[in-house]
DNA sequence: TCGTAGTAACTTACCCGAGAGTCATATCGA
DNA sequence: TCGATATGACTCTCGGGTAAGTTACTACGA
C-alpha cells in the first residue's frame, strides 16, 4: 500500500518540461513579490516541488532569475524591435510599440515585471543583463527622441539624454499602469494611448509629428 | 594617561544633536542603496558609532527609516503646496514646481531617493507615510492633468488616471536625472525644463496651454 | 580642591531567526 | 538494476535586535 502522498522520487517528469515549469512559476513569483522579497523556497511551494530540485536545475537563486530575465527581455526587446522595424515613424512608432507590447504581455505581465524589478541584484550576470536591456531600450527610445528635439533646434547633448530618461519612463509608466489594470484588453490600452497622446500633442495620430518611440 | 582611541563610554554629544547627525546620514545611506540593501551596521559605521546606539535612539531599523521618510516627504510636499500656491497655471506652474524641487534639493538629494525607495517597507508606518506621500502628490497632479484632459474633450476616468500615472513619473524622472546629475545647478536644470517642455508642446511657457503640475 | 555619587551617552559581545545553499537518501520508469 | 528525478534534514552566514557593562560629564558636600 503506497501513500497517497508521494514522499520522494522522480514524478516522472522530465528535465525540460521541469525546467520550463519551475521558470515560468518563478517568474510569476519575482514579477510579484521582486527579487529581493521573495525567496527560494516561496518559488519551490508556488511550483509544488522542493527547495533542492531549483538548486539542481538552476544553481542558485540568481542564475534562476537570471533566466527569467533573459526571457523577459528577449521577449521585451525582439517585440519592440520588431515594432520598430515596422517602419512608422513619430507618434506612429510610439503607438506602434506600446500596442506590440500590450499584445505580447497579453494575460502574462511578469516578463515586465521582472524586466523592471528595481530590487535585481546589480552585480553579475543579472545585472549585466538588466544593464545591457536598459541600454538597447534607450537607444531605442533616443532615436526617436533625437527627431523630436532637433526638430525643435535642440541640440544639446544633455536635453537629448534627460529628455530619452523622461521617453523611457513615459513607456514604461502606460505598461505599468496596464499591468495594474488586469482584464483590460491591449486594443482597448492602445486606444487609450492613443487618446492621451492625441490629447497632450493636440494631433492626432497620423500627423507625422516626431515623436519617440521604444 | 587615558588611550587616544575612546573605547566606550559618552563622547560628550547631546542627544539631540546626536539624533540629527544619525538622521542626515542614515538619510544619505538608505538614499544611495534604498532601504532593503543597507544594514543598520552599514549606517553605524558611516556616522561613526556603533550600531546600538541607533536602537537607543530609534528604536529600530523602520523606525530611523520613518524619521527620514517623514523628514523627506514633509520637505518635498511642502514645496510643492508652496509652488501650487503661487498661483501659476498649465506649464508655468510645473515648471515653477520642477524649480522649487530643484532648489530644495540642491547639494542635498537623499530626500527625493528615500521618499521614493522602491525598496521601503510596505507596512507599518513607513509603508502608510510613503502611502500618504504619494496620495498627496498625485492629487496635485490630478489637479493640472484634468484641466488638460478636460481640454481635449477626454472625460474617460481611467484616463484620467492613466495620465495622472504618466504625469508623475514624468515629473519624477526629471528630478532623478537631475538627482544623477550632481553639480548641475536648480536654475540650470530649470532652464532645461523649460526648453524641454518647449520642444514637446511646441510652445514657450508664457502660454496659459493647461498642463498639470506636481 | 578634592572625592564621590548619580546619570546620560556609548560600546562590546552576544542572541536568534530567516533564508541561501548542500548532502545523503528515497522512489520510479525503463 | 541503473540512472534520472526528487526530497528531508541539515549547515552556515547575514543582519536585526538586546543585555550588560564602561566612560565621562555634572553636582555637591567636605
Not at 500596442?99 to 515586465?112: A, E, K, Q, S, Y
Not at 544639446?156 to 499591468?179: E, I, P, R
Request: proline residues 4%; glycine residues 10%; hydrophobic residues 45%.
Amino acid at each position: 500500500m503506497t501513500s497517497s502522498v508521494r514522499r520522494s522520487g522522480t514524478k516522472g517528469v522530465a528535465r525540460a518540461d521541469r525546467e520550463q515549469q519551475i521558470l515560468e512559476v518563478a517568474g510569476r513569483v519575482f514579477g510579484e513579490r521582486g527579487f529581493a522579497a521573495t525567496s527560494v523556497a516561496d518559488i519551490a511551494a508556488a511550483a509544488g516541488i522542493s527547495k533542492p530540485l531549483i538548486y539542481n536545475y538552476f544553481g542558485s537563486k540568481e542564475g534562476l532569475f537570471e533566466r527569467c530575465l533573459r526571457e523577459a527581455s528577449s521577449l521585451l526587446i525582439g517585440e519592440i524591435e520588431r515594432s520598430a522595424a515596422l517602419g512608422a515613424v513619430g507618434l506612429a512608432r510610439a503607438l506602434a510599440t506600446l500596442d506590440g507590447v500590450f499584445r505580447v504581455l497579453d494575460d502574462r505581465t511578469w516578463p515586465w515585471r521582472v524586466a523592471n524589478d528595481p530590487t535585481a541584484p546589480v552585480a553579475d550576470a543579472p545585472g549585466e543583463l538588466m544593464g545591457a536591456y536598459r541600454r538597447r531600450l534607450e537607444e531605442l527610445a533616443r532615436e526617436g527622441v533625437g527627431e523630436l528635439l532637433a526638430l525643435s533646434g535642440a541640440d544639446d547633448a544633455l536635453d537629448l539624454d534627460a529628455m530619452t530618461a523622461v521617453w523611457s519612463t513615459v513607456f514604461g509608466s502606460l505598461v505599468t499602469w496596464w499591468c495594474d489594470h488586469p482584464g483590460m484588453a491591449p486594443e482597448e490600452m492602445s486606444a487609450r494611448c492613443e487618446r492621451l497622446f492625441g490629447a497632450v500633442f493636440g494631433v492626432s495620430p497620423d500627423t507625422d509629428r516626431t515623436v519617440p518611440s521604444g
